[in-house]
């Protein structure tokens, strides 16, 4: 068996729990892998996993080694793309990015063409259109959000197209904003 994922993981918990489920998650896991409960053959890696359990509860039971752990862990998912939410992730405003509207083909006289995209330089490699989106993205990958109480308002997750950074972006469907609240 191996250990995946994050001190989180390895005790079962999510990261918002309180001081009193982490021990109970700690006390838990233990009881599930003391060696009087197992074939002798498993009691090497079950005492890997109980290394890990006690590391994981150490730090996390500590309110000053979990922050600084939660801080690695955001920086982490930033390095790997793991997003999930997009919890931690930078925040842009669609308005940061250039829009660019294509020039329809010469050879095209319909009044359908009107291919329109965003564009942005990574903030962080500075590579040129780093980031792309065009309204298909947007309008296949953006999900609502409601929390904020804001009308319209969508976020979507990006990649740069060079190096590892995610970025989330928001932005407003002027359809639902509707007359009543003027787009930034
Ligand atoms: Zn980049």
Redesign the pocket.
């Known amino acids: 068996m191996k250990v995946y994922g994050s001190f989180y993981d390895i005790l079962g918990i999510s990261d918002d729990s309180d001081l009193i489920a982490i021990k109970e998650a700690y006390k838990r896991k233990l009881l599930a892998y003391h060696p009087d409960k197992k074939p002798l053959q498993n009691h090497m890696e079950d005492a890997n996993i109980v290394n890990r359990i006690q590391e994981a509860y150490a730090v996390l039971s500590n309110q000053k080694t979990r922050a600084e752990y939660n801080e690695g862990l955001i920086e982490e998912s930033k390095r790997e793309g793991v997003v999930g939410n997009g919890e931690g992730l930078d925040i842009y405003d669609l308005d940061d990015f250039r829009m660019v509207q294509e020039e329809p083909p010469t050879d095209d006289y319909s009044n359908s063409y009107l291919r329109i995209y965003w564009e942005k330089d990574?903030?962080?490699?500075?590579?040129e259109q780093?980031f792309m989106l065009t309204e298909t993205a947007l309008s296949e990958q953006g999900t609502k959000v409601t929390e904020t109480g804001e009308i319209g308002r969508y976020e979507v997750l990006a990649q740069?197209?060079?190096?590892?950074?995610w970025l989330k972006i928001i932005y407003y469907d002027l359809d639902e904003v509707d007359g009543t609240f003027l787009h930034r």
């Open positions: 990574c903030p962080r490699c500075s590579t780093g740069c197209n060079s190096c590892s950074l």
